[in-house]
């Protein structure tokens, strides 16, 4: 339900993308080197009393659910940000990592020191993780507005189809074993 809904999200801010003129049709056409440090600062979210509150209850929200999955919260802060926010999918993407990282390393730690993170292994994909965050954020700095979200809606028809066909396998395993 999760990935059909990230997908819709995106191809909704897509099309709206593609109704609205201006500054939109400038990052889509120009991709992330329109925007300069000034205009990011435009598309700053509000900092009155409401729109923090609201923020700080999603990120609870977000915090007790990743850390029970096991699962990195990206997908839910970009589709919480393409929906609250007018941000451009660079921004919204560069916010979602930057607000995930603290709670993703709070799981790590608590979850290491009660003995249940093999610490080689961490370490090894974690490296390996860097450096492929490195490259692939220089590749999207490259895209246009509409390219990145492209890809991200393709990782997600991806992943989505993955995780599809192994829950339909783990549902088959468990009709066999009933014998419905």
Request: charged share 10%.
């Amino acid at each position: 339900i999760l990935i059909p809904s990230y997908f819709l999200i995106q191809q909704r801010a897509l099309k709206n993308d593609e109704t609205e003129t201006g500054i939109n049709e400038e990052r889509t056409n120009e991709g992330v080197s329109s925007l300069s440090s000034s205009a990011s600062s435009s598309f700053l979210v509000s900092t009155d009393y409401i729109s923090l509150a609201k923020n700080s209850v999603f990120g609870g929200c977000l915090g007790m659910l990743t850390s029970i999955m096991g699962v990195g919260g990206v997908p839910l802060v970009m589709s919480y940000l393409t929906l609250t926010s007018d941000c451009p999918h660079h921004l919204i993407q560069g916010t979602a990592m930057a607000a995930c990282l603290p709670p993703v390393l709070i799981s790590a730690l608590s979850l290491g020191f009660s003995g249940h993170t093999p610490l080689a292994l961490a370490a090894s994909v974690a490296l390996g993780s860097m450096a492929g965050s490195f490259g692939g954020a220089h590749f999207a700095l490259h895209l246009s507005e509409n390219q990145l979200r492209q890809v991200y809606m393709a990782s997600l028809v991806v992943l989505g189809g993955r995780s599809l066909v192994a829950s339909l396998g783990n549902v088959s395993r468990l009709m066999k074993m009933k014998k419905w």
